[in-house]
């Protein structure tokens, strides 16, 4: 099983940076990617949206709100995700998961953090 721990959070203003980071550990070999989440206020865990992912090999995919302004990236070595987030808008904000891709077999799991509020308001 995978654990996730996220961190990172907090409040900025509009224009501002924020960095996060998910670090996993467990069995962290059934990993085949890692993701990055929002949930917008008012909305449902059913209506999360992609952010951000990226592959064991690096390849990366970003969210169309997001493209341009926020950067994936991971240590392998550390099994540790970093979301680097700048030009920060209103809409930025929300509770901010951590996603685990994981596969067992031919079983795929999805493997959640706590969550990290992100707050953009001036």
């Known amino acids: 099983q995978v654990q996730l721990v996220e961190s990172g959070g907090g409040s900025v203003q509009p224009g501002g940076s924020l960095t996060l980071s998910c670090a996993a550990s467990?069995?962290?070999?059934?990993?085949?990617?890692m993701d990055w989440y929002r949930q917008a206020p008012g909305k449902s865990r059913e209506e999360r949206e992609l952010?951000?992912?990226?592959?064991?090999?690096?390849?990366?995919n970003y969210g169309d709100s997001v493209k341009g302004r926020f950067t994936i990236s991971r240590d392998n070595d550390k099994m540790t995700v970093h979301l680097q987030m700048l030009n920060l808008q209103h809409e930025d904000t929300g509770v901010y998961y951590c996603n685990a891709d994981t596969r067992i077999g031919l079983t795929d799991y999805d493997c959640w953090g706590q969550g990290t509020q992100i707050t953009v308001s001036s």
């Open positions: 952010v951000a992912a990226i592959t064991r090999s690096g390849t990366t």
């Open positions: 467990g069995t962290t070999d059934t990993i085949y990617a």
